[in-house]
């Protein structure tokens, strides 16, 4: 009978090993992927948000930074950095690779564009355009940019007489 319950012991070990096994690899790979990680080559990031019409900078504008993946698809997470009373923030320690910027600011229109980040520092300049009118389907529109809009003919007099 003893025999029988030293087996019985050694059927309920081997569970308990290949989960303690299975948890050293696991974490194994956790710790390979955060070394990788470690290892990826990042950059600084500086901006500057200036007014277009003026070039005068932007106070507390948002620029927010989205990874995009290869798929051209905006990864999950972000960061929100704020600009100072000069226009400019930083960051340091953006992965290389796709990257989605925004700014948001008061009174101005969004911006929005894709960089590709490859260099140790990189710096890039923002200018916000002011808000522009908006555009209806329903409006006669120039085929060219230098031409008028076109204007409805002036209702007939109704009091002349025909010719």
């Known amino acids: 009978m003893r025999w029988f319950g030293h087996k019985m012991v050694r059927m309920k070990l081997k569970p308990v090993i290949a989960a303690a096994v299975l948890a050293m690899l696991i974490l194994t790979g956790f710790a390979l992927a955060q070394r990788d990680a470690d290892d990826e080559p990042t950059a600084v990031m500086n901006f500057l948000v200036l007014k277009e019409d003026n070039g005068k900078p932007v106070r507390n504008a948002a620029v927010i930074m989205h990874a995009v993946n290869f798929h051209g698809k905006q990864e999950r997470g972000d960061l929100e950095l704020k600009t100072n009373a000069e226009g400019k923030t930083s960051y340091e320690g953006i992965p290389y690779g796709k990257l989605r910027v925004q ?44 031409a008028q809009p076109k204007q409805d003919a002036p209702p007939a007099d109704q009091n002349k007489k025909p010719d």
């Open 103 to 146: 700014v948001l600011a008061s009174g101005f229109q969004t911006y929005g564009e894709d960089f590709d980040i490859n260099q140790h520092e990189v710096s890039i300049t923002i200018k916000l355009k002011r808000p522009q009118g908006q555009f209806s389907v329903y409006d006669d529109h120039p085929k060219d940019s230098g």
